[in-house]
């Protein structure tokens, strides 16, 4: 079973994050948003084999750049994510 898991919140200031990590399956999927496009650079993320997203206009805004193992997407990418999850999870 693959589970989108989309975090929202900056994992450099609480631990919604870590929580979302401790449950991440191999086959599972991490998006960040809002806020949680910072975790670009957190160091947890930087070691995930997971496949990680962020949706590049919250990027944008916070003028994030794209990253090592982190794909900016789309909000159309984030809807096909969602399709394609047998379940989402958003950790906020």
């Known amino acids: ?5 989309i975090v929202r919140s900056n994992g450099f200031n609480d631990d919604r ?3 979302c990590l401790n449950l991440l399956a191999e086959n599972d999927k ?3 948003i809002d806020d949680g496009v910072y975790n670009v650079s ?3 993320c930087a070691s995930l084999t997971q496949a990680i997203f962020a949706i590049d206009s919250h990027c944008q805004a916070r003028n994030i750049v794209e990253q090592g193992n982190v794909k900016q997407i789309n909000i ?3 809807v096909n994510l969602s ?7 958003t950790w906020q």
């Open 1 to 5: 079973m693959s589970i989108l898991h």
């Open 17 to 19: 994050l870590q929580q």
């Open 30 to 32: 991490l998006l960040l």
């Open 42 to 44: 957190h160091p947890t």
């Open 76 to 78: 159309e990418e984030f």
């Open 83 to 89: 399709e394609h999850a047998e379940k989402v999870i």
